[in-house]
């Protein structure tokens, strides 16, 4: 439960800094980085609890399993990629770049703290 809870203040720490920098130039803010920031918020918190609270014991099959996981996020992050692109086609790159920031020290975080569980 103790890792549970150092996440998500990790989570939200890292998401309170995203925040700052990118409002400290508002020109080059994302038009969808908020919505971009809480989707991805709201699925990596769910999911690391998900695999936290998962019964698998052997780190072969936590692996695999957290490999699906990611294969299932990947398509569920390209559905909400093209949704923003849709939204706005000029801003569509920044949007990206932004996502890709994201998802990228999301996942990092999320990798940091699930090694403890396969390691052990």
Known sequence: MKVLI????????????????ITQVPAATPSHAYPILLFLFITTSALFYYLLR?????PGTFVQFYLLTIAVKLIAYAGFLIFVILKNKDGAAANVVFFMIVYFLFTMTEVA???RRVSR
Request: net charge positive.
């Open 6 to 21: 150092y996440f998500y203040l990790t989570l939200l720490v890292l998401s309170v800094v995203l925040v700052v920098s």
């Open 113 to 115: 703290f699930l090694y």
């Open 54 to 58: 998962s019964k698998i014991n052997h």
